[in-house]
Nanobody
């Protein structure tokens, strides 16, 4: 299993950009689907974006489509979330997640219970 550490969060104004990073340790990163989720106070954790093991396919939530982009660097055991045109409703704690899978083809996951490893999260606050 991998261990995950997020970074890159902060306090920004609406319209600004941030790039979140997730550093993974362990030997199974390349066999893990990766995802980003977020949770606002008093709300459930929600899907933001996910990427297949090879990085060839991604999925993003409709609320962030066209603004957020997920990517990964398997050589460096890193996954990123580029967030542009941030809005106050993007405020929340952002979590990186990994799902080890030996599925034979490209696959990604969009629900929290499909992931087996989580980071501690990084806070993103967008002021209006």
């Amino acid at each position: 299993q991998v261990q995950l550490v997020e970074s890159g969060g902060g306090l920004v104004q609406a319209g600004d950009s941030l790039r979140l990073s997730c550093a993974a340790s362990g030997r199974t990163f390349g066999s893990s689907v990766m995802g980003w989720f977020r949770q606002a106070p008093g709300k459930e954790r929600e899907f933001v974006s996910t990427i297949t093991r090879g990085g060839g396919s991604t999925s993003v939530a409709s609320s962030v489509k066209g603004r957020f982009t997920i990517s990964r660097d398997n050589a460096k055991n890193m996954v990123f979330l580029q967030m542009n045109s941030l809005k106050p409703e993007d405020t929340g704690r952002y979590y990186c997640a990994a799902a080890l899978t030996y599925h034979s083809g490209p696959i990604y996951f969009t629900t929290p219970n499909q992931y087996d490893t989580w980071g501690q999260g990084t806070q993103v606050t967008v002021s209006s």
